[in-house]
Structures are given as C-alpha cells and as structure tokens.
C-alpha cells in the first residue's frame, strides 16, 4: 500500500489544504495519506486555535488516513529543524513520497538548489553570517545570502515562505539518505501571509483567524473558506470551551512569568541570545497586551516570528539544557499517534513490524524527554482555561487515545 | 521622643489590634509609635487580604505614627527568622521598646524562657531534632522539645502563637545585643486561630476573614469587629480592586508554575526539603482549588502553613540561592518607609543623622537584593488583576511615595 505523506498545522483545516489534498492524491497515486501535523503551539511561536485533537478530526474527516504529532521540540522552530522533524517521521512510517505545496510549483527546482547549495555550502554560510552580523533577520540573511551566490534567482525564490520549507524537506531527505520521493502542488491563489480574503473559496489560515478574531467570534465570516467539517467542529470546540486559542489569552501567564524571573534564568531559555531577555524585562511591566508587547520588543534584527517563539519557550519553561540534547540527531524517537482512518489503520498493520520507533497511543504508557515537553506544551496550552474544565482537560489528554474514523461511514469508531 | 515598636501584620487592622495599640501607648509612655509591618505576604505564607498600601492608611488612621515594612525575607518565616528581621528594622529606628501581645502577658516569663534555653541550648537541639525524626511538625517540635527540658511550661506555654513569636522577639533583642527593652500585653478573648466569632467587638483576623470570604463579600459581616477606618478602607479597596486577595485567586498561577517546572527546577525553591517537590507535582495535575491541592498535600510532618510558604517561594519564584545569603545575618540592610504621621515625621528627623541604614521612599532609587525580592512578591501579587488595572498599578508601586498623614486633621497630606 503506498502512503505520501503531508506536512501541515491545519490551524484551521481550509478549502486550501483540501485543494492540497486532493491534488496530491491524484498526482501520487496513493492509497494512505500520512500527515504530521503540529501539535498545540506552531512554527510560528503561536497558540493553536483549537487543540490538536479537534485539528486530527477535521484532518480525518476530510481524507487523511493518518495524523501523527510533530513534536513541540521540532514543531516550533525554524524551516531546517522542522523539516528534519517531520521528514523523520515521515521515514519512520515508510512514506514512499512527500508531497508540499510551495509557490515555485516545480520539484526539479527545489532539487536543482539543493544540490547547487550543498556544493558551495562554505560560500552561503560565509555570506550568510556576513548579512546576519549587518543586522538582517535569519530568513533575509537566508535570502541574500542564496541570491548573491547563484547571482540569480533562477532556481527558486527563497524568499517565499513555502518554497523555504520545500527546499528545507528536500534537503532532509538527501541527508537523512532515505529513499523519499519528493513531489510539489503550486499554491493557489492565498499567499501564506494574505491577511485579506482575496479568492472566493481559497483563503490564507493567517486571514482566516484574523476574520476570525476580528470583532465578536463569528464562524459566517469564514464560512466560505473551510469545508463544512470544519465549521462543525470549530463551533462545537467553541462552545465546549468558550473561546479560540490565541496569543493574548497567555498574556497575562507571559507577563507573570517575565515578572518572577531573573535576567539569569531567562537566559537559559531556548533562543534567548544576545542578551534579549533584558529588552523583554525592559518592556513587559507597561504592555497591558501581547500585541503591545511584541511592537515595543521586536526590531529588525529580532523579527516578529523570533521573538514570538523566544515567548512561546518563556511560557512553557523550555530550556536549552533540555532542548538542545534533543535536537542533536534531528529526528524524532517516537511516533505519536493521534488519528487515523480504517484505511490508515490497514496501512499502519502492513508495516508494524518494521517500524524502529515506539507508536505512542497513550502518554502515560511512555517516557521520554522529547514527549516530556509536548505533555509541557499541552499543560500550557490549558492553563488559560477555569477549573475545573482545566483538571478535566488535563485528564484527559493522558487517557485519550488516537482517534478512529470510519471514512465510509463517516462515522467515529 | 520616645518611639515603641509594635510588629504587625494588620490583615486587616481590627478592634484587637486597636487595643493592643492603645494599652502599648499607655504602658509604655511611648509618643511615637513605629509598626513594622508584613508586605503584600503574610507570615503563614499567604497574600494579604489588601495590598500594603491601603492597610498603612489604617495602621496611620488607628494611631501609628511610622509604618515600616518586614521585607518577604523575613516576612513569610518561621517565627525566629520573622523575628531577627523586625527587631533589627527597629533596632535600626532606635526604638527604645517592643511592646508584643501574648498569650501569657508577663515580661518575665518570656526573658526567663530565652535564659534557661540559652544554657540548655545544645540539649534542646538534641530533642528537637529527635522530635523531628519522630515525624513532628516544627512548631511541635519545639514544644515538645520545650518541655521535655524544663520538665514544666512553667514559664511559658510554646504551643501558643503569640508566645513562640514573643520568645523570638525577645531572644532576638538578646542576640543583636542592643539595649531594646520588651514589654507584652495579654491579649483578650479572641485566639489567634480562632475562626469563629465569640466576643461582641473583639475576634481574631482569621475569623474576620474567614466571615469575609464565607459567602458574597459582605463587609456588615465584620462591621463589629473593626474600626469604621478599617470598613471604610476595606469597602474603598473592594471597589477599586473588586477582590480581595486570598491564596484561590493566585492558583491557577501556582497550577501554571509547577505543571511547566521539572522536579530540578522546584529543589531550587525555598523551603523545598527531602523531596516534597514530588509530592507537590503527584497532585497538582487533579487539584481544581489551592484548598483542596493543600488537603490532598499536607501531612503530620508537613503543616499547612509550611506548605503554603512553601507554595507561595514557588509562585514568587524564590531560590535558595537567591534567599540563604540574604538571611545569613539575620538584620535587614534597608528601612522600606510606607507611611508616617507628622508626629513619625518629626522623630525621623530626630535620628536621621544616625540611622545607619538607607531609609527607602522609592523602590526606583535604591537597588538591594533583598528589595529585589520585595518587588517581585508585590509584581506577583499584583499578577491577577485583569489589564490595564494590573500595568497601571504595578507603575504605581514604582512611583509611590510613603503616605504622609496629619494625626491631627485626620487628613492626607
């Protein structure tokens, strides 16, 4: 049975990834679709707006087989590291392909640079430190530093979000030398930063949750853009919990725990560098919100995504001393397990016995330091909620098991 | 001018406290009286009821010519360590007398008390840690330790609050070696524990909170027991706040902390001894209220009142590293004014010239490590009210002069 693997936060699942769905089945010819999708926090540094478990149904309900946990280490981090965490996984489910979408559209050009990149690796990183020491973020240094080597932008525009993350997967594939095929769908319409609705059915995540919270929740200004599926299950998390995650909800867990740390113990969080931790103490005790917060700290150099990952490890305790060991291999240790259809279920029995990674359907049934600080993460991620919803979330996040869809029925098993 | 110094914690300020202030006043013949006061936390390891502010406006109002505050080092101790640091704050002040209310209310008893252990120090350091093995609290340790010794509670009865805090007192005074003179006044009817209402104008704080917080806030509840200054304060607060503090309003912060800490990180806390950090994490996860966590974490060995210090350096965040040097003298090193009459005025020009400590008007203008401690536990306090009310009096606290009250025309200068 031949599976193709997606890589996806679904923050929320829109008619976009739908698009992204079907195309790669058509164009994959397979039979079991895996996604890896992030957990409660994403690559940005954010909050999901419902949790995972609600995004697994929404994946499932709209053709997924399988939905598997990127882990918060690799989930929230920038292209590389997060492109190594999921082309891991991917490898240890025995993909025979990813598929991605990007704005270039075409696979030879993310092999091309690949391969061009690796030859004058010693050149970019020259360039690359040069442009970081001018002052500019990491992902322009990134771009510069590629287009004064090539002199050219021939091979791919690096400076589009998507077309980073396709170039970091095709790069974790060649050096994690597994025998993954690698295929491209050309976005369309949504630029992944559009925060306006441009299309008439296709619409950007980032615009969506901004209609979303934009005046009082209301799930009509979305309608359009998401598959009813998700309307359903966005409003059914809306009324069991009373609200749509967002930075702002953690502000005042953020600014508690800004306020009762010293300079020394920021600095063992992961991605303080440089002294930045006095500029967030600097600014904390007058920003009444996180927005307010994130325009006093953020500069050139310290970009918004950066400094909103740097929050995000500030908020769920996360150190380098327990991050970094982690990260050494750049691969997961586990596979957790969070949904998977009848078919996905067949997929998974076909190669069971040659999977190297322990499957986790329970968090109580493993220990591990990796899954430590997703269990961290998921702890954060409720603590916005009164008691005793919280308790009860708690509870069940260690008892819940993954989920089982009847994609046949359409009907939960 | 004769100054007499009274330690308190005014929480609130009641008719008892009024009592002891007048009976102080006529016995020792003092003009000038100097409170030293608990900050925002208390003794027993809790948030006062209101901030510091407001109850050294009732501490003027009821007759205090100075109020000076107990830093958190010393201020959420064992009664020894409360001691050291309020008798060396007004040793600093050149208070002639302490004037302490007991349970006993004979001087004698207490100074005979602090000569006989001083001989039989060594043996009574045999039985109380024999005691401790044993599986005792301290307090009960001590006790017993007591009275194995003296083979009598002749002198002193060292099960009773008041009285442990005055043996410390007046064994404090002996140590730091300055000629302070101490004096007690029994107190009437109500016991410090006491949570119920049992004389017609006179009951203890812990009962006055206790009505305070049984049902919707209802300040008629506690009317008898408190000066109209107290009510008028109180009912003042409660509308600017809309709360009064009490350790279920910081749980979900203290829930928040231990579920992103490691064991590693809460054997750094203060007071955090022979592992209880585990025991604290088993039941955090199921615990919806501070009450039910602490029924469900308190043993025989483990009082509710260790415990809550204990909860309270970990919602504050206070290391041992950061605290055991501060108390290796056991003497503060600053004189934190918070408020004074014209009368408190006028004898802190009298000794200025030889106060050997920096006498601190705002937090901005001196930096101390044991202040640094205070504006954290206040920034911490502080931490549960909604913004902006939460930046705007977190500014304040910065900006706060001492409150400069004319005893004369009853009115705020």
New interface residues.
């Given amino acids: 049975m031949k599976a193709v693997g997606v890589i996806v936060e679904y923050n929320p699942f829109h008619n976009g990834h739908q698009y992204h769905l079907n195309e790669t089945k058509l164009k994959t010819n397979a039979e079991c679709v895996i996604a890896v999708m992030s957990g409660n926090f994403l690559q940005r540094g954010e909050p999901a707006l419902v949790s995972k478990w609600t995004r697994t149904k929404m994946a499932l309900e709209a053709g997924i087989d399988i939905v598997v946990e990127l882990p918060y280490a690799f989930a929230t981090q920038k292209a590389e590291t997060f492109a190594n965490g999921s082309i891991s996984l991917l490898n240890a489910l025995y993909c025979e392909e990813v598929c991605f979408g990007s704005e270039n559209g075409t696979i030879d050009d993310f092999k091309n640079t690949v391969s061009f990149m690796e030859k004058r690796q010693e050149e970019y990183d020259q360039y690359l430190s040069q442009a970081i020491k001018q002052g500019y973020s990491y992902p322009k240094a990134s771009s510069l530093a590629y287009s004064s080597l090539s002199g050219t932008d021939t091979y791919l525009d690096l400076s589009k979000p998507n077309n980073i993350l396709g170039f970091h997967y095709v790069k974790a594939i060649h050096n994690q030398k597994r025998d993954m095929k690698a295929s491209t769908i050309k976005r369309t319409s949504a630029d992944y930063h559009d925060e306006s609705f441009t299309h008439e059915t296709i619409a950007s995540a980032t615009s969506i949750r901004k209609a979303l919270f934009s005046k009082e929740i209301d799930l009509t200004n979305i309608e359009n853009y998401i598959p009813k599926t998700t309307l359903k299950w966005l409003s059914s998390y809306y009324n069991e919990h009373q609200m749509f995650h967002q930075w702002e909800e953690y502000?005042?867990?953020l600014?508690?725990?800004l306020?009762?740390?010293?300079p020394a113990?920021l600095e063992q969080i992961y991605e303080a560098e440089e002294g930045i931790e006095n500029r967030l103490l600097a600014h904390i005790?007058?920003?009444?919100?996180f927005h307010e917060f994130m325009e006093q700290i953020k500069t050139k150099r310290y970009t918004w995504t950066r400094l909103q990952r740097l929050c995000l490890h500030i908020?769920?305790?996360t150190t380098k001393s327990?991050l970094k060991p982690l990260l050494e291999k750049q691969t997961t240790t586990y596979i957790r397990l969070l949904g998977m259809s009848k078919k996905g279920q067949r997929y998974l029995n076909t190669i069971k016995k040659d999977v190297q990674l322990p499957i986790i359907s329970k968090v109580t049934a493993y220990e591990n330091d990796l899954l430590e600080l997703d269990i961290?993460a998921t702890?954060?991620y409720l603590?916005i909620f009164?008691?005793?919803l919280?308790?009860t979330l708690?509870?069940q996040e260690y008892s819940t098991p993954p989920i089982r869809f009847d994609e046949v029925s359409k009907m939960y098993l």
Avoid at 259 to 262: I, K, R
């Fill in positions: 502000f005042t867990l600014k508690y725990k306020l009762t740390s010293t113990e005790t007058e920003a009444t919100t908020l769920t305790n327990a961290k702890q954060t603590s009164p008691e005793p919280r308790s708690l509870r």
